[in-house]
């Protein structure tokens, strides 16, 4: 079901941003985080889907999860902690160059 | 470094009412919160809302309002997009705001940070499609995007809530798929009469189900042997329903457990826990004024066990009232009188928790794998069987598998993998939870960069 429709915006009034993900223009709603952004236009991988891994997609929208790390303007963030912005660049993060520490 | 007299962690319901009891009766107060607007997770960006969502979401949620403004016509300094991610037990709060580190010496601490759904490990649950239920909650309230016939898996009271949000936005889900059995029923049929103090919850609960069966969502009651499918996304949904086997085509499925404490901050102060049979949960311990272990660190709200937001609004001014009183803000009888009245509201609140907590009660195999191929730490993609070899040899516990296995080393610090590997080991060596404990963890609680590292010396070399 991949190019199936997965999300809907509620809101009818057309998108009003322009953000990319991995160099290919998206449309965007002001207010929407990066993550919400990529579900709205059925990017449900944010990661791994080019690579031999199994693709990784977000899980909890909470910050709690991890699994949603990208780069924003080549800044490594979750995607449900941040809003869209205009012009945004946003791409995959490479696996062998993660950057957030956390205690373990 | 910058002195206050109470830092609150969590701008949910029970951090609003703590910071704001403190704060009307003169102490100062910041209230820190990773979100952009306060409100937690049931008031989530409440006063960023038009009508129209607000109203789809619900009373309950709208409630939420009065309280996120009157945080901000008060005294309170409410830091949003603040990070916490290192306490002391002597009271220094370390935190990042855009990209910057920061530090906060508190006399108090009340923590507030609220609950994480209870991880939910089925074979496929990694696929991308497969997220939580409260996930597609936040994304309607935060993002205003709605997932399209979905299948709503698990069990608890939330699950129903978010089918009829997404029912009142016009996306009902394809289906709900409930785990809870008839004897989930017969368990709990003995805990009603004591419930029934909160009966306003019932009629609201039945309300809730009256409205899907006149949408038409189909309800299976009593599933198990749930089974993500699909090759590398989630194409549907197999489960064994009444004996039989049955599977249904979707591209999303939002699976739902319950909530449990987030306890990553009690847990890296090093506070002492204890195992809560009945929330199939570790709850840090608290007195009844939500003192810890640790005398200045309070625990408010579902943090301190699950409790719903009412109560953890009223636990968090009951905080406050000690709080006020260790800092000689108020004497013992304003202390007492306050704290009277909201310890009664307290008791109707809490009426029927222990009915929820036996009628929605995740079944064993929602919590432990039965499939060894099942991944449990999703992180380091670590499965069941791994887990299993290791309990039945020599490993004594979790933190000696995290070690051997790396499971719960991942970013997510064991957030979704915890409790399954606790249960894990007790079930398969037959020792008590409390024997097996958790995970220790340590600071940072939250995935931060060495940017931010470094700009907090640099800011201890300027002071
Ligand atoms: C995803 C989800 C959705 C829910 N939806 C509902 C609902 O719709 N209706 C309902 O009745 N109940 C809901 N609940 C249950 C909810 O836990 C309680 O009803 C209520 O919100 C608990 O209040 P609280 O103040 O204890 O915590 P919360 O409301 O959870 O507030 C905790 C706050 O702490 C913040 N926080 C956590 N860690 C950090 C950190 N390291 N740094 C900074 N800030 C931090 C969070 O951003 C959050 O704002 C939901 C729970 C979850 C997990
Ligand atoms: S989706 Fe879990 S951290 Fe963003």
Redesign the interface.
């Given at each position: 079901?991949?190019n199936?429709?997965?999300?809907?915006?509620?809101?009818s009034d057309d998108p009003c941003l322009q953000i990319t993900w991995n160099g290919k223009p998206l449309d965007a709603?002001a207010?929407?985080?990066v993550?919400?952004?990529l579900?709205?236009n059925s990017v449900?991988?944010?990661q791994g889907e080019d690579l031999s891994d199994?693709?990784?997609?977000?899980?909890?929208?909470?910050?709690?999860?991890?699994?949603c790390?990208v780069l924003v303007n080549g800044?490594?963030q979750?995607a449900?902690?941040v809003?869209v912005k205009q012009d945004m660049h946003v791409s995959c993060v490479d696996p062998e160059k993660?950057?957030?520490?956390?205690?373990? | 470094m910058r002195e206050v007299d109470l830092a609150v962690l969590g701008a949910g319901p029970a951090g609003m009412r703590a910071a704001l009891t403190a704060a009307n009766s003169g102490a100062k107060v910041v209230l820190l919160d990773?979100q952009?607007v306060a409100g937690g997770?049931i008031y989530r960006e409440v006063n960023?809302q038009g009508v129209?969502?607000g109203a789809l979401l619900g009373r309950d949620y709208t409630h939420g309002l009065t309280w996120v403004k009157e945080v901000a016509a008060s005294n309170v300094e409410h830091l949003a997009e603040a990070?916490g991610w290192q306490i002391e037990n002597s009271g220094e709060i370390t935190f990042s705001r855009g990209g910057q580190a920061q530090q906060i010496a508190a006399k108090r601490i009340v923590l507030a940070t609220g609950a994480?759904?209870r991880a939910f490990p089925f074979p496929g649950w990694?696929?991308?499609?497969?997220?939580?239920a409260?996930?597609?909650q936040?994304?309607?309230k935060?993002?205003?995007?709605?997932?399209?016939k979905a299948v709503l898996v698990g069990s608890g009271p939330l699950l129903y809530l978010i089918a009829v949000q997404l029912l009142a936005?016009?996306?009902p889900p394809l289906a709900i798929l409930e785990t809870q059995s008839f004897e989930s029923y017969l368990r709990s049929a003995r805990l009603f009469p004591a419930a029934l103090k909160g009966w306003r919850y019932f009629v609201k609960g039945t309300q809730m189900l009256l409205n899907l069966k006149r949408a038409g969502v189909t309800r299976y009651t009593g599933v198990s042997e749930i089974a993500a499918v699909?090759e590398?996304?989630?194409?549907g949904i197999r489960f064994q329903f009444r004996g039989q086997k049955k599977q249904l085509?979707?591209?999303?499925i939002l699976g739902h457990q319950g909530v449990v404490p987030?306890v990553q901050f009690s847990r890296?102060l090093g506070l002492e826990h204890g195992w809560n049979d009945l929330q199939r949960s570790f709850t840090p311990r608290t007195d009844h004024w939500g003192r810890s272990s640790e005398e200045r660190v309070f625990i408010a709200g579902d943090g301190a066990g699950i409790v719903g937001a009412r109560a953890s609004a009223l636990q968090g001014e009951i905080c406050a009232l000690q709080v006020l009183h260790d800092l000689s803000f108020i004497n013992t009888a304003q202390r007492d009188n306050t704290a009277e009245s909201r310890r009664k509201e307290l008791a109707v609140e809490l009426a029927p928790r222990a009915l929820l907590d036996a009628l929605y009660r995740p079944p064993d195999w929602a919590v432990v794998p039965v499939c060894d191929d099942t991944i449990i730490c999703?992180?380091e993609r670590v499965k069941t069987g791994d887990l299993r070899n290791l309990a039945a040899g020599a490993c004594v516990g979790p933190n000696q598998a995290?070690a051997l296995s790396r499971a719960?080393?991942?970013?997510?610090?064991g957030?979704?993998c915890g409790l399954s590997v606790s249960e894990l080991f007790s079930k398969t060596n037959g020792r008590s939870l409390a024997e097996v404990g958790y995970y220790r963890?340590?600071?940072?609680?939250?995935?931060?960069?060495?940017g931010e590292?470094a700009s907090l010396a640099v800011g201890e070399a300027l002071e």
């Open positions: 079901m991949k199936a429709l997965h999300f809907k915006r509620l809101s709603v207010g929407e985080t993550a919400a952004c579900l709205a449900l991988a944010f199994p693709p990784r997609g977000p899980f909890c929208m909470m910050g709690a999860c991890y699994t790390r800044v490594e979750q449900c902690m809003e993660e950057i957030l520490h956390a205690g373990s | 990773e952009q997770q960023r129209g969502r990070t994480l759904e990694t696929m991308p499609g497969v997220i939580s409260g996930a597609a936040i994304l309607l935060g993002s205003g995007i709605v997932p399209q936005a016009g996306s699909g590398k996304y989630v194409e085509a979707c591209g999303l987030n890296a999703r992180c995290k719960g080393m991942g970013s997510c610090q957030r979704y963890l340590r600071s940072p609680v939250k995935g931060i960069t060495l590292l």
